[in-house]
């Protein structure tokens, strides 16, 4: 093919950008100048951003709503003790929400990519189908994983059903995996050596400085040191006490429950001390619980 | 409005949309042609003789193209037909109900009706219609008719489709027609490559659409055409020649079928991987490079794996060398996943494994895979004699075969069970014949898949099928229409083509000798299930049921490779006990079909067949009658046929010999039509007429003992 047929590039905002801050601050930057407002992460362990109420209750309701923000993350199971430089037991998602779906939302995201110094005459970006689905949340959506180099960086979904209900408006959501995106940037094959940014004297400060010891010492205590059977009666109490506060009217306190109860559940599952048959169980209690979190929201007068 | 200054043209549609699924998308592109092409066949927009359209794709397109569509469609007068007169009015003319139910249904007073033959009528002309009136509501009609398993919805307002609709564009020859569908306008622009051309391109005319996209760097796919699939691949033979000259790429049917439908702009991208992760073995190398990255795997000249890859992307890239490295980063440690999990597994004896399986569910409904082994082992220790195999190997596999589905490698790679039981019984000192036969264990898995080449290989995949078939009808989860959740079909048709193996081109197995009797398969399989399952269903019915349900898929696959129903229903009609015996008598029947005199004898028999059905219910001849009349001498000649054959033909039955038996029974053609030539059967002497009958149900059941050649299309006496 003939070069001079190729497009001149569009400006790169920020061509070096290779520290993790950087790049959460560019999206920042980038969504909260697409009309998203910027709201903080949610102060609960949770094993997605789709669990903050931000996504998970916004999606419920007919009102509009454009959001951007970062969440940790934790899956218990993926934990490495931190060994495996591409998991680990937690990660940190960039969430961002628009509702109703802008007619170019996959354009907008194109140029996130933009944002964060993502050369797309260079990288092979794709839209592969994968649908998404919560079984917990009673939840599902459709949409695509985004390949970047074969590299799976990023979730496009427009959520279809939260909590049983249909969303009506659909809600469209990005999930960025950010260490993958930073992996992918700096060309780095591990997520420890990836630079967060700097600190006091000005030194480099590396993924690893910040997390390596709670990675190995969290994957510790999710492999090893807790307790099944406490945690399994946690969970019972959390179940009880979010159909109580139900009854009392009191539905954040309620969710709350619930987002425990989910990564309670992890736990066990992280300790193998759930059978096939009971797991399917603990999946629809959690998922009840969602259900009538979800139910008393949208009954809820506005 | 005349039809000259509007002639007939070339209509063009395209759907431009959001990534479109790549599992589905030749599909899609078929059915949006053929609902688009069936909605203005029905309205006469075209001529409903032959199908002429050509439907394209890519990730964010559908179209179709179909030629001579009117553009004007002349006036036209329907008519809708009601109640008789005698049921629209009384008798002192009155309207009934169904008069006014009928003017009501139209939406019309009842003086506007007619009356017709003795009908009310509603004539209602229509006035000549012009194409941009009609074709923005079939396109739309065209694009709802579309079956999906999920639709999404994306904007409040408009109908769901597979994925967002971002632009419809719409010619009938140059002319743009306009309209709107899915809330959009029509226009004449498409999408072009997003990078390599991100403005959209005009299209002037509907024979331009290839050329114009192609200019735009987008290559477009046809449903049932492989030439984009062929250049694809000849991108990846290319690249990896470039790479290493001396490699060559593996073929995988299902990897290219997919990456075609991810790319408009197809570019190949070869790179490499450390040599270490050669220790794995080949399947689980092309599990991760295919099934996982949709990449292809490379071979040396020895046809052994190579460290390295041929990737496809959408993109000419500015920078090749970075694309390769991305790739590469994420092969990686997919690579060194596996074989973590590779050699964690074989930490622990396979054999071990089989404790686990109590723990995992097979259906909450049939209990756990701990109880399914069991069965399995039951039912290959009942069948491994009849097949010829050694029964302790035979035990020996079906207590393994389902140990692998507890390691971790078929967790992450589940379509590796089998494989990676094999590898790992034979590291741990399994003899190899039981080992061939767990790698053989899940085939055949597709319709197109080999079949497993040992006996003990097809014993076992036997087990694993009649063992599921068995059980979930039991339970009566059978198929239904479209549904096949547990894939119930896919493991008949194995079972059909593992037992009728001998006419199968994929198989490269040796004969085996004569096998069990299908329904005893099933009746085996059926028993290991306990009491509670049963819930005292009778055994003989569901075996029945499952014999018939896997003739159905040898039928299916009979019928697929060019076969005729009515010689397989022949056959069929007689329930043959093993599928061998079936396909024996059906290639007899094929093989003399063809005969002028077998012609005639299948005539005939339709017309035994008939005379039979009409005999009158004759008494039985009393003891004292006194002894027939003579024979004819057509009659004793059939006499004599017969006696003769009957001998020779049982004789040939029990060696299996239905083609020597058939063409012996040739033999009957020439006295049986002599016999209809000259007697009259159904005379009014009873004891004629019994003596003719029943020398013509000796000579039908003679010829029943290898088909039912009544069943023969083309024999109708005419």
């Known amino acids: 093919m003939e070069r001079g047929i190729l497009c001149t590039p569009v400006p790169q905002v920020n061509a070096v950008m290779a520290a993790f801050q950087d790049m959460v601050f560019s999206l920042n930057q980038f969504w909260t100048g697409q009309g998203c407002l910027w709201i903080p992460s949610y102060d609960l362990p949770m094993g997605a951003a789709t669990f903050h109420p931000a996504t998970f209750l916004r999606a419920l309701d007919d009102q509009p709503w454009n959001a951007a923000f970062l969440q940790p993350c934790r899956r218990p199971q993926d934990g490495r003790y931190g060994e495996n430089p591409n998991r680990g037991q937690q990660y940190f998602q960039y969430q961002v929400l628009m509702k109703p779906v802008p007619e170019n939302f996959q354009d907008r995201f194109l140029a996130s990519l933009d944002a964060i110094g993502i050369d797309r005459h260079a990288a092979d970006v794709r839209f592969v189908e994968d649908n998404w689905e919560s079984p917990t949340l009673g939840a599902w959506g459709l949409g695509w994983e985004v390949w970047l180099d074969g590299m799976e960086v990023a979730q496009f979904t427009f959520f279809q059903q939260m909590g049983g209900f249909d969303c009506e408006p659909v809600m469209g959501e990005i999930t960025y995996g950010l260490e993958r995106l930073l992996m992918y940037l700096s060309g780095s094959g591990d997520m420890y050596e990836l630079v967060w940014g700097r600190g006091a004297a000005n030194r480099e400060i590396r993924y690893g400085d910040l997390f390596r010891a709670n990675e190995a010492e969290m994957s510790r205590f999710n492999f090893e040191a807790t307790d099944p059977g406490s945690l399994a009666s946690r969970f019972a109490t959390l179940e009880t006490q979010a159909t109580a506060l139900l009854g009392q009217g009191l539905l954040h306190p309620a969710y709350e429950q619930v987002i425990e109860a989910s990564h309670v559940f992890n736990l066990l599952d992280a300790r193998h001390a759930v059978s096939v048959s009971e797991r399917q169980r603990y999946i629809l209690r959690i998922r009840k619980l969602a259900q009538a979190v979800a139910a008393a929201y949208r009954e809820r007068p506005r | ?718």
């Open chain 2, 1 to 718: 409005m005349s039809a000259d200054a509007c002639p007939s043209d070339t209509l063009l549609a395209e759907i431009g949309t959001l990534e479109l699924p790549a599992r589905l998308l030749p599909g899609l592109a078929r059915c949006f042609a053929d609902c688009l092409w069936g909605g203005l066949a029905e309205d006469r927009w075209i001529g409903t003789g032959e199908k002429t359209l050509e439907a394209f794709y890519t990730p964010r397109r559908l179209a179709v193209r179909i030629p001579a569509v009117a553009c004007v469609r002349s006036g036209l007068t329907r008519i809708q037909r009601g109640p008789t007169l005698a049921q629209a009015f009384d008798s002192v003319g009155q309207p009934r109900p169904a008069a006014l139910g009928f003017a009501r249904s139209l939406g019309v007073d009842l003086a506007a009706l007619t009356i017709e033959s003795d009908r009310l009528v509603y004539q209602v002309s229509e006035p000549p219609i012009r194409l941009e009136e009609r074709l923005p509501a079939l396109l739309e009609e065209a694009l709802r008719k579309i079956p999906i398993d999920r639709q999404m919805r994306w904007a409040s307002g408009t109908p769901p489709f597979v994925r967002p609709i971002r632009s419809i564009l719409l010619l009938h020859g140059t002319r743009l027609v306009p309209g709107q569908v899915y809330g959009l306008a029509t226009g004449r622009v498409a999408q072009g490559h997003p990078i390599h051309h991100p403005a959209p391109v005009t299209i002037a005319h509907p024979d331009e659409y290839e050329s114009a996209l192609r200019n735009a760097y987008v290559l477009l796919g046809r449903p049932e055409d492989p030439a984009l699939r062929e250049r694809i691949w000849s991108l990846v033979v290319e690249s990896a020649r470039n790479w290493r000259s001396e490699w060559h790429p593996v073929p995988s049917g299902a990897t290219l079928q997919e990456v075609s439908a991810l790319v408009e702009w197809p570019q190949a991208v070869a790179g490499g991987f450390p040599e270490r992760f050669l220790k794995l073995p080949d399947p689980v190398i092309r599990a991760v490079l295919c099934g996982q990255q949709r990449v292809f795997p490379l071979a040396d000249h020895t046809r052994h794996l190579a460290p390295g890859f041929v990737g496809v992307v959408n993109l000419a890239s500015t920078d090749v060398n970075r694309v390769r490295a991305g790739m590469e980063r994420v092969i990686l440690p997919r690579l060194a996943d596996a074989l973590f999990f590779f050699e964690e597994d074989q930490l622990r004896p396979l054999a071990d494994r089989a404790r686990d399986l109590a723990g995992i569910l097979f259906d909450k409904r049939l209990g756990h895979l701990g109880e399914r082994r069991e069965r399995l082992i039951r039912w290959v220790n009942h069948w491994s004699r009849p097949f010829g195999v050694d029964p302790a190997l035979a035990e020996e596999a079906a207590s393994l075969v389902l140990c692998d589905l507890t390691t971790s490698l078929v967790r992450e790679y589940p379509e590796l069970a089998g494989e990676a039981g094999a590898y790992y019984a034979l590291a741990q000192g399994s003899p190899t014949g039981a080992t061939q036969a767990l790698r053989e264990a899940y085939r055949p898995a597709t319709a197109e898949d080999g079949l497993p080449e040992t006996t003990l290989g097809r014993l076992l995949s036997l087990a694993l099928r009649t063992d599921l078939l068995a059980g979930y009808f039991l339970i009566d989860e059978k198929p239904n229409g479209q549904r096949d959740p547990f894939g119930l079909r896919r493991a008949a048709q194995g079972i059909a083509r593992i037992l009728d193996h001998r006419s199968d081109p994929a198989s490269h197995a040796q004969a085996p000798g004569p096998l069990p009797p299908l329904v005893d398969l099933f009746k085996t399989a059926l028993a290991g299930y306990p009491a509670s399952v049963h819930s005292g269903q009778p055994i003989d019915r569901l075996a029945a049921e499952l014999y018939d349900f896997t003739l159905d898929r040898l039928r299916a696959r009979y019928l697929e490779q060019g076969g005729k129903l009515d010689a397989f229903e022949a056959v069929a009609a007689l329930r043959p006990e093993t599928l061998g015996d079936f396909r024996a008598r059906l290639d007899a029947l094929v093989t003399l079909r063809p005969r002028p005199e077998f012609l005639t004898l299948a005539q005939m028999m339709k017309r035994v067949g008939h005379l039979l059905k009409k005999r009158p219910v004759d008494t039985p001849v009393p003891a004292d009658t006194p002894p027939p009349l003579t024979l004819e001498p057509v009659e004793a000649a059939l006499e004599a046929a017969l006696a003769a054959l009957e001998s020779r033909v049982q004789t040939a039955l029990a060696a299996g010999h239905y083609r020597a038996a058939l063409e012996d029974l040739l033999a009957l053609e020439a006295p049986l039509a002599a016999f209809f030539d000259s007697v009259l059967i159904l005379t009014e002497d009873r004891l004629l007429r019994q003596r003719r009958l029943a020398l013509l149900e000796r000579a039908r059941d003679l010829l029943r003992s290898i088909a039912d050649l009544e069943r023969l299309q083309g024999g109708e006496i005419t």
